[in-house]
């Protein structure tokens, strides 16, 4: 799964994700990837692009789950709300990259490692695996 | 505030031991896209064109699970599915099923652009494709001979794997249960 996470300098936020899904996975299966709220979602406060295991990214509304600890607990990070909703998914199944209309970002997964990047205007430039 | 971008190429159980002629022409791509992404933010594109170029770049990288070596079905098909939203308005285009879409997230765009749905999928998403003229090519082009020993392994397990699950020693079968 390949996936992106932007916030521009006018405020917009956006998110985009595609995959092939599984190896071996049966024929007409659908995973999290399009499964708007599962492994992709944007709203006005973070953008959400997700990564692993799709049932367990569906079943636990991962990138929905981000946005709505957004909105519904005060001052809450967007780093903390990404890892409260990576850790309550089983170890191994799950990452996400994701952006707030505040400029935060935060790369979370739960398996051994996640390709991942990311940069700001602030400065930071970040490529990594584990 | 500013701008800011992050990415991913898929998250599993990626070994500390990955070989580098496996590891550096991902590291590669992902700086490339960062380039690429910093130098359009920089220039004024929206949120939405940026991850959409860098997706796209993502899905023409052949060692990346999306695009050009996507991972195969049980058949050895391609089955390629794409999302992408936009945050201030929340609208959003889904496909899935693809088979000889190119860019499956620019597909994903034109259904939250172009149609009154949210996700179409598998013969009503290629046909969209065609009525709106975006690159196709047979599905072949999206088969790599590396995923093709990736079935051949995850068959043989008789387990599906997430895109880094790695290769299973013919004399261990400790991580199969």
Known sequence: TVGCVAIDSAGNLATATSTGGLVNKMVGRIGDTPVIGAGTYANRLCAVSATGVGEAIIRHTVARDVAALMEYVPDLSLEDAAARVVAGVPPGKVGLVAVSAAGEVTMAYNTTGMFRACATEGGRHEVGIW | ?177
């Open chain 2, 1 to 177: 505030m500013g701008w800011a971008i992050a990415l991913h190429g898929g998250a599993g159980d990626i070994p500390r031991s990955l070989p580098p002629d496996r590891r550096e022409p991902r590291l590669a791509t992902l700086r490339r896209c960062l380039d690429l992404a910093t130098a359009a933010l920089r220039s004024g594109s929206t949120a939405l064109d940026v991850v959409e170029l860098v997706v796209r770049e993502l899905e023409n990288c052949p060692h990346y699970n999306a695009g050009v070596g996507s991972v195969l079905t049980a058949d050895g098909t391609v089955e390629m599915e794409a999302a992408v939203m936009d945050g201030n308005t929340m609208r959003c285009g889904a496909v899935s099923g693809l088979s000889t879409v190119v860019n499956a997230v620019s597909l994903a765009r034109l259904v939250m652009e172009k149609t009154p749905h949210i996700y179409l999928a598998f013969h009503g998403a290629e046909a969209f494709a065609r009525e709106q003229g975006v690159e196709t090519k047979d599905p072949s082009h999206f088969i790599t001979e590396a995923n093709k020993e990736r079935l051949r392994q995850a068959k043989e397990a008789n387990r599906v794997q997430v895109d880094y699950t790695q290769p299973i020693p013919k004399d261990d079968n400790s991580r199969i249960g």
